[in-house]
DNA sequence: TTGTATGCGTTATCAA
DNA sequence: TTGATAACGCATACAA
């Protein structure tokens, strides 16, 4: 097993000193055109690369952004880290993912990973567990510690950091309005408990849809699950179990699994999509277009939203140290995506 | 911005040796109970963590691996993933992952940040681009430097290196036999064309089980693609061209959205999944389980491949340098799961 | 029981 | 024009 060639290796092997072939391979003026040649050459040869763990060291600065994701399933998640990787690049930023598979133990555990040298900063995606237990400690530890952290899509008010979000209220409020334009009156929703903050407020979003054009809110007519990322037995069966019997004429979901079972069993008791009952999901995911009926969705542009946590990143990157601290939070538009689910206006 | 503790800093603040604090901290006997319990109360009130990158360039070891695949967006990715990372976590390692989009560059770039220092060894599935290219240089660099390489999943055979594979040929088969077995006999198969050595071996498992069943193989009823990850408009077509007008009553595809795509086109004529025609596809995604009608899949056992692509890579890394260079190639088995869009076998 | 010195690979400063 | 030295944060062999 060969070692990897270092300064000190090439140094030996041209009888130089160390500091003489670092600073050839900077190009820098000190060094005469021939040992800078005849240095550079050999590095080229032997495909010399230098230490960046040594790099990192020495700067105390990795040039690295570290993302922690829930899963990676989702479509979503995917065009947002191809924004982040896209700002990255502009700026001389490398990328490093890890996922929390949504368990709390183990986001923790990647963030001090990452803390601990791998990374000069976060961007961050709560895992639902997380959320759940209310802890957000490893968070503010991070931050404490000076390393800079951006919050996007489950995001905690509470926490003192840049944050990116949708507009979830705007988003779900335009997806009903959709429903309400075609015609529809009697819309359920399916959405999720309202500790997950997106669940909440596209429930709001619902709401305040309704109300603009004078439809009551029906209690029964709202079903918040438990899950988010995946809907098991258990959560088809709720959903089952809600649409029964159940005098509607449009579903709002707030994401493309809830919308894709519903649609099954609204199906199954021999409902038309869209004509009997229209759906609209918030959705970035691969199912809503191959689904039958494909489904009419509020996307979310995940890429802009990669873009921009980065950019509050690498901004904070890069300020001078003594500058004020000062968070903002971003908003990306969400936009309507018509497809099968869903009639036509007049 | 407060700094983070570093020994040095406790080491001053406690008026002791940087040494004693280290050697405190990892419970050594030289240190006397009192200074230790001192040091160590110090270092926990202020949540001292060591500094890993130090740590890597001390030992020249990171425990960590690098796992560069093409897309995530696929479920199989995300399955591989959480078995590489259960492992990795048995034997203490840590798990780094960056995405090459299918792109060769980025791939290469990936390589080269995480070759030079952040990790031990790499899992990589190529890039579509990469092979295509039919360039390997930056993988026989890393492994020429001593870095262990473990492939999976989209393999090369002349790299020297572990690898981990479904049998290709031997899951086509099964699934073929499978649809000969419901009563098929005019069975297509849509794939991939040649250089995608999955594709390739697929095709191969088609042909033998049409032969073990004596159905000749007819050239018309086996369409190439070049496209792997997506069916865009174009594959779309050519799949809708490909079934138009054929006379078939069986039709096995490498991958869900191919098997989706001809869901569709062949619903859209007329034809009903599976009475006229059954479907059996490759795949691990969450397509198959939520199309209507769902579809019976030959499933790859992701999380073992995973599992089993971090233990040749933990091997080698953790055998004693002078050991000979051996490679393996492990198989991981296939499964077939029955779903809606086969028949019964009676 | 504690501390000093050295090295991991690099760069920056200063001396030769 | 080149080289020696210190430093980044840590661990360890050796000296005190």
Redesign the pocket.
């Known amino acids: 097993m060969k070692r990897?060639l270092?300064?000190?290796l090439i140094a030996k092997e041209l009888d130089?000193?160390?500091?003489?072939v670092?600073?050839a391979?900077?190009d820098s003026a000190?060094?005469?055109e021939?040992?800078r040649q005849k240095i550079k050459a050999f590095a080229k040869l032997y495909n010399y690369k230098?230490?960046n763990i040594?790099?990192s060291?020495?700067n105390?600065k990795t040039r690295t952004i570290g993302i922690i994701i829930p899963q990676i399933v989702h479509h979503f998640f995917t065009t947002v880290i191809r924004g982040i990787e896209q700002m990255a690049r502009e700026h001389n930023y490398n990328v490093i993912i890890t996922l929390s598979n949504n368990d709390f133990d183990k986001e923790v555990l990647n963030m001090e990973l990452l803390a601990n040298g791998s990374t000069d900063g976060f961007i961050v995606s709560l895992a639902k567990e997380t959320l759940h237990k209310d802890d957000f400690r490893h968070l503010t530890e991070a931050i404490d510690q000076g390393m800079p952290v951006v919050m996007f899509d489950r995001i905690v008010d509470e926490i003192p950091c840049d944050k990116v979000m949708i507009d979830d209220r705007e988003g779900a409020k335009m997806g009903v309005m959709h429903l309400l334009k075609t015609g529809c009156r009697k819309i359920a929703i399916i959405t999720t408990k309202d500790y997950v903050t997106i669940g909440k407020l596209r429930t709001k979003g619902y709401i305040e849809a309704l109300e603009s054009y004078g439809v009551k809110v029906e209690k029964d007519f709202i079903l918040k699950l438990d899950t988010i990322d995946h809907c098991g037995d258990d959560c088809s069966a709720k959903i089952k179990n809600f649409l029964k019997d159940k005098d509607i004429d449009g579903v709002f979901t707030v994401n493309e699994l809830f919308a894709v079972t519903a649609a099954k069993h609204l199906t199954a008791i021999g409902k038309n999509i869209p004509n009997d009952v229209s759906i609209v999901s918030f959705s970035d995911g691969e199912l809503s277009q191959h689904f039958i009926p494909s489904l009419t969705t509020v996307s979310q542009h995940g890429e802009l939203m990669g873009r921009k946590a980065a950019e509050l990143l690498i901004n904070k990157l890069e300020r001078p140290e003594e500058e004020v601290e000062e968070y903002t939070t971003a908003y990306i538009d969400t936009s309507l995506i018509e497809r099968e689910s869903t009639k036509k206006i007049k």
Do not use: G, H, Q, Y
């Open positions: 990897k270092t300064l000190k130089v000193s160390i500091s003489t670092s600073k391979l900077r000190e060094i005469s021939d040992t230098p230490n040594a790099l060291l020495k105390r």
